[in-house]
């Protein structure tokens, strides 16, 4: 049975807002303790409080933590506008005319880490030295909301409505082997009789999965991979044919397309972030740095 709270008049203020947003965020009260650098049995008493103040539930509890109501996402975004309306603040005050500082966590796959956003970043720490990079490679899209990431870097054709970005370019992909197992396979006139290195079932619908398995059907892969970049190591290290990105092996000198480019694997890059933190001077300079810095065919 949910708790019943009278109303009262309410003293919701700015570290109930905080607080607010760290469970939000957190997802539980471990998660929001860790944020506010404070212990779990303050968070869980500063919540009750909050919620009997308004008499209203703000959280609904359960085994997987704490997921905020109608009233607690309204206030938990109030929290993350005032959030970044008081880091603006700062910005101004602190470094006017100054270089843009503070700390960008961005995310991405592992392929556009190593291949598109990596070789670009020593440029941008020379041309912003105050800025601290945190860079996360992983196949799970962050929650920018939650502040998971400040910019998500991914490739898709349709960005999500409630995120802001710009088009940073084509990813364009193809079957490729390197050129010592071609050489030792020209008894094997047909790639696709070939051994084939593939995605495994922990990515069951990568575009080079669901291409696969529409346009080759009798294809039985050899070898299974849990990453692209672990199957583009397979191919540079002559084990088979595989479908990696144009951007993994660019200019790489011992591997060759044997099909393609593809145009059913053809997708844009993306640079996303939350409304609320565009404004941030060290987002504005990412951002403008990312548009022509990472080689990308338009």
């Known amino acids: 049975m949910k708790p019943s709270y009278a109303r009262t008049q309410s003293k919701l203020d700015l570290p109930d807002l905080e607080l607010i947003l760290a469970l939000h965020r957190g997802r539980n009260l471990a998660g929001a303790a860790e944020r506010l650098q404070v212990d779990t049995s303050t968070v869980f008493r500063s ?95 962050a929650n920018l909301s939650h502040r998971d990431a400040d910019i998500a870097i991914r490739a898709t054709r349709q960005p999500p409505e409630h995120l802001i970005g710009i088009r940073l370019g084509k990813l364009q992909a193809a079957v490729y082997a390197s050129k010592a197992y071609l050489e030792a396979h020209r008894h094997i006139p047909d790639y696709r009789d070939m051994d084939w290195i593939a995605l495994d079932a922990t990515l069951p619908d990568h575009p080079s999965q669901r291409w696969r398995r529409q346009h080759l059907p009798n294809v039985v892969p050899r070898y299974r991979m849990n990453s692209v970049l672990s199957v583009a190591g397979a191919v540079i290290h002559g084990m088979g044919v595989g479908v990696v990105p144009l951007a993994v092996f660019r200019d790489n000198p011992l591997v060759e397309i044997v099909d393609g480019p593809i145009a059913e694997l053809e997708t844009e890059l993306w640079a996303l972030a939350h409304p609320d933190t565009r404004q941030l001077q060290r987002m504005k300079v990412m951002f403008e740095f990312l548009r022509t810095a990472l080689g990308l065919p338009a």
């Not at 919540?47 to 085994?63: A, M, P, Q, T």
């Not at 556009?112 to 996360?136: D, G, H, N, R």
């Open 47 to 141: 919540i009750k409080r909050i919620e009997k103040d308004l008499g209203e539930l703000l959280f609904e509890r359960s085994r997987q933590g704490y997921a905020a109501t109608e009233l607690g996402l309204e206030l938990a975004g109030y929290a993350e506008r005032i959030e970044s309306q008081l880091e603006q603040a700062r910005e101004a005050a602190l470094h006017t005319g100054t270089s843009p500082s503070g700390t960008l966590r961005i995310t991405t796959t592992d392929s556009v880490m190593q291949s598109v956003l990596l070789p670009a970043m020593a440029k941008f720490t020379l041309l912003y030295p105050e800025i601290e990079l945190e860079l996360v490679a992983s196949n799970a899209l």
